[in-house]
């Protein structure tokens, strides 16, 4: 109970009082003394996670290329979120019961371990592994990281956090296609992936000791508590079933039915009970909240994972100019976590979130102009800026509201609520576009290597054009998107609440 039983704090006032020494102690910003440490910690966290997410992003094109695996590219993205759902319900579990460290620390461990496995694939079924491995590390780590938050912060300051996390993507979504882009033209993908497990040590190290004074240890009463296997039984079908339809998504034979039927059996019972009552009806309040970062998530995240292929394959580019055409989302995701996030914008939290999704609907929609030769791609990078600044607007929000919503001891259950309704959505979406894209040819593109230029990258996919599998992509994820806008109107708890 370190944390729990060494201090408390008065959110109303901004002061901390340290029980063994009895004296206020003021913590007006994050980067106040006592919050400075645990704060650029968790930031260097993210800042390693945001780095492995645009650099990997960057270069699975090749990767899925040269592994003779871009029929199940969605697969190699959508078996990251698969297995996160395992470990988000374990890390609920276990912040809860023993505090935020122990599964951060195991997470980080797991999430390089699947890079490394990664990078040495000799198959694309082997890189997908790798990519499972992470997932189940991730899944640990950001439950770890939102309980550190809600314990370790006064309420009035975790949306300034919220938005340093969004702010921690700025110069990876900025410099990691550029870097990513030029290690896969020079030495090659498999260096993207082994690289950054470097980069683990330093983050982890910075955490720790201010993570194990602020914010280690059960909460009041949590460490008594038997562990919830039943919970962790849905996770786990939730997994299976969500890998099961993902695999009959990409494997179009009628033999595909069988596992698609056992997936769905174990995904759609399990799901219903994983979330808050009321999720898939968008019950005002917290089972809103859920749903919505759900859809804006899974829309935005899918449509984005297939810009960098479009790029390369339709329009000839480089695998470094296709990751830099997303470079600007990072400045604007971070842009609209900070609007969001001005106290004088907190009556207004509900409303933001609704714009967001409208920009994000706006960013989504118009992807698939770029396939138009005529059309040029700086538009889609500029479209896509807005849809990031419209997910900035709607990410930081709903993680502000799911923890005002929540009471101490039900942050870390509620934050794997709002992280399984993320990555579920995401699996979900990723299944069925990926079995459009499919369906419709494209696992038949090219995307030839970037050393050679965009002109033979051009050439390469001029053999393989298959502009009807992105449109589908893209359609998908707008229809999505565009049920957000009406989620979102219905955040705010009702008054009988």
């Not at 290597?449 to 002109?455: L, R, Y």
Request: aromatic share 6%.
């Amino acid at each position: 109970m370190a944390a729990i039983g060494d201090t408390s704090s008065d959110t109303d006032t901004g002061t901390r009082t340290d029980r063994k020494e009895g004296e206020p102690v003021r913590d007006g910003t994050v980067l106040s003394p006592v919050h400075r440490a645990l704060t650029l910690g968790i930031i260097s966290v993210v800042l390693l996670i945001a780095f492995e997410a645009t650099a990997v992003g960057t270069a699975m094109p090749v990767a899925a290329d040269e592994l003779d695996g871009v029929s199940l590219y969605a697969f190699a993205f959508s078996s990251f979120f698969t297995t996160s759902l395992l470990g988000i319900s374990v890390s609920g579990q276990w912040s809860d019961r023993r505090g935020p460290l122990p599964p951060l620390a195991t997470g980080i461990g797991a999430f390089a371990a699947g890079l490394v496995l990664s990078g040495t694939a000799a198959t694309m079924w082997m890189f997908i592994l790798g990519r499972a491995v992470q997932g189940i590390g991730g899944g640990l780590v950001i439950v770890a990281l939102y309980v550190t938050v809600s314990r370790a912060y006064p309420e009035r300051l975790r949306p300034t956090v919220m938005a340093a996390f969004a702010a921690s993507w700025v110069v990876p979504a900025v410099v990691g296609p550029l870097i990513s882009g030029t290690v896969t033209e020079q030495l090659g993908w498999r260096w993207v992936f082994l690289g950054i497990p470097a980069l683990v040590v330093v983050p982890l190290l910075a955490m720790l000791p201010p993570l194990r004074r602020r914010a280690s240890g059960p909460t009041e009463g949590a460490g008594e508590l038997p562990t919830d296997r039943r919970r962790l039984r849905l996770a786990l079908a939730v997994a299976v079933g969500a890998g099961l339809l993902q695999y009959a998504g990409q494997d179009l034979r009628p033999l595909s039915a069988l596992p698609a039927a056992v997936g769905v059996a174990l995904l759609v019972p399990a799901a219903l009970r994983l979330l808050p009552r009321g999720t898939y009806r968008a019950a005002r309040g917290l089972p809103a909240v859920v749903l919505l970062r759900g859809i804006a998530a899974g829309s935005f995240i899918v449509a984005e994972s297939f810009v960098p292929l479009t790029l390369v394959t339709q329009r000839g580019l480089s695998v470094t100019m296709a990751g830099l055409a997303l470079a600007a989302g990072g400045a604007t995701w971070a842009l609209g976590s900070f609007t969001q996030s001005r106290p004088r914008m907190e009556q207004y939290r509900e409303r933001l979130a609704q714009l967001g999704m409208v920009l994000v609907t706006a960013g989504i929609a118009y992807a698939p102009a770029v396939l138009a030769e005529s059309v040029p791609v700086w538009t889609l990078a500029a479209m896509m800026a807005v849809g990031c600044f419209g997910m900035g607007l709607v990410i930081s929000a709903t993680s502000v509201l799911l923890l005002s919503l929540s009471a101490p001891e039900e942050a870390g259950a509620n934050s794997a609520a709002l992280q399984t309704s993320d990555g579920l959505s995401n699996i979900v979406l990723l299944a069925v576009s990926g079995a459009a894209f499919a369906a419709l040819g494209g696992g038949s593109v090219s995307v030839g290597h970037a050393a050679d230029g965009a002109g033979e990258a051009a050439e390469a996919a001029g053999g393989s054009s298959q502009p009807g599998a992105f449109i589908a992509v893209y359609a998908v994820s707008a229809a999505v998107a565009a049920v957000g806008i009406v989620v979102a109107g219905r955040l705010r708890a009702s008054e009988r609440q």
